[in-house]
């Protein structure tokens, strides 16, 4: 079964290196592995240019491109999807970040489900990357854990997705319109236009969750102006402004009644971003 891989990078120079040796790995390669860069001012390029060089057999394309960045889009992450995507060859297509180390069968077992030609878009797994006792933490709290996972109403990161090239069509690609939120969108868009979703909990991903607390808080608002800006989770930004008010939720959990200020403001970043994204 053929299929093309995807990603799109900016200024990843100290990440990039450990994504490719993990793709480098993988008990499959992709036929094709289209790489869309937004300009990088950094080492990301190079470091980039030397691993195809070193590594041809894995049929590696780098594009650069500098409208794939934040200087001149709203939604770099999603324009240099689409860019990658308006060029593939094959209508299999996987897509993951390059801030992301995959497990070594993370291509094999997204691309596998599509045996089942009634599969449109396959979900995979993502998980955290912990590296001191912060992201630990940040991980329990936070993080879903895959046997408590509602399967039906899951929607995929595109850390860890695989989707059929004729769906991309479908939804128009990803929108452009903001930083964040692009995957949740398109997710949506994918739904609302009855494309055939299939979970794999074997397709997994290693994402760099926060590493200290005051990242934390800034992501959460970060996400959350991409949120904000398309409405999405509308019903739940209103409902956490009573949370706020009264925090029942954190203390009916032993673990985020431990941590109850890095709890509470994550939430008030969160809502913070929305009403940010909402006013634009």
Not at 156 to 164: D, G, H, L, M, T
Not at 209 to 221: F, H, L, M, S, V
Not at 224 to 234: N, Q, T
């Amino acid at each position: 079964m053929k299929c093309s891989l995807i990603t799109t990078l900016y200024n990843e120079e100290d990440n990039v290196i450990s994504f490719l040796e993990s793709y480098k790995h993988q008990t499959k390669y992709a036929d094709e592995f289209i790489i869309v860069d937004g300009g990088s001012s950094d080492g990301t390029i190079e470091i980039i240019k030397n691993f195809i060089n070193n590594n041809k057999k894995l049929n590696i394309k780098l594009i650069v491109d500098k409208s794939c960045s934040k200087k001149y889009v709203s939604g770099p992450i999603a324009k240099g999807r689409n860019v990658a995507i308006a060029k593939v060859k094959y209508n299999i297509i996987a897509v993951t970040d390059a801030g992301c180390i995959l497990d070594k069968y993370w291509l094999e077992e997204i691309i596998k489900p599509f045996e089942n030609h009634n599969i449109d878009v396959v979900s995979g797994w993502y998980e955290a990357n912990i590296t001191n006792e912060f992201q630990k933490i940040y991980a329990d709290i936070y993080m879903s854990k895959l046997e408590d996972l509602d399967i039906k109403n899951f929607l995929p990161s595109s850390r860890s997705i695989a989707f059929k090239k004729e769906c991309w069509n479908k939804v128009n690609g990803y929108s452009t319109e903001s930083m964040t939120a692009e995957d949740t969108e398109f997710d949506l868009n994918l739904k609302k236009n009855d494309c055939r979703f299939k979970f794999t909990g074997k397709a997994i991903v290693y994402w760099n969750c926060p590493r200290n607390y005051n990242e934390a808080i800034t992501k959460a608002q970060y996400y959350a102006e991409g949120d904000g800006s398309k409405k999405i989770y509308l019903k739940k930004f209103l409902l956490r402004n009573i949370f706020l008010l009264f925090p029942i939720n954190i203390f009916l959990s032993k673990r985020r009644r431990q941590y109850f200020k890095l709890n509470y403001n994550v939430m008030l970043s969160y809502q913070i971003g929305y009403l940010k994204g909402l006013l634009k």
